[in-house]
Nanobody
Framework: QVQLVESGGGAVQAGGSLRLSCVAS????????VAWFRQAPRNERAFVAA????????YADASVKGRFTISRGNAKNTVYLQMSGLKPEDTAVYYC?????????????????WGQGTQVTVSS
């Protein structure tokens, strides 16, 4: 089992920055990929970014690439999502998820472990 706890969400004005953290505990000796998803009201939970165990990074599309950066901490049980140039459309609950299958996936169904989510609100 892997437990995930997110933190770092909050309310910011457009153009601001936030850094989300996801700390994993439990079976952290297993190689796993970590992804960030987000879910806005009345929307599906959508892929934002992911990082493989080896450190390869993946981003959803041009809407976040260049503004968001995913990274692992030195201890590897912490994954960060640095968000800059935030826009009102980035408002959502952000979830981190882990997959012990080894590979990165854009599909939420491939992630078996989820955190509780952290709210990000961007005002115009």
């Amino acid at each position: 089992q892997v437990q995930l706890v997110e933190s770092g969400g909050g309310a910011v004005q457009a153009g601001g920055s936030l850094r989300l953290s996801c700390v994993a505990s439990g079976r952290t000796s297993v190689n796993y990929a970590v992804a960030w998803f987000r879910q806005a009201p009345r929307n599906e939970r959508a892929f934002v970014a992911a990082i493989s165990w080896r450190g390869s990074t993946y981003y959803a599309d041009a809407s976040v690439k260049g503004r968001f950066t995913i990274s692992r901490g030195n201890a590897k049980n912490t994954v960060y999502l640095q968000m800059s140039g935030l826009k009102p459309e980035d408002t959502a609950v952000y979830y981190c998820a882990a997959s012990t299958s080894g590979g990165v996936s854009y599909s939420k169904s491939d992630y078996g472990y989820w955190g509780q989510g952290t709210q990000v609100t961007v005002s115009s």
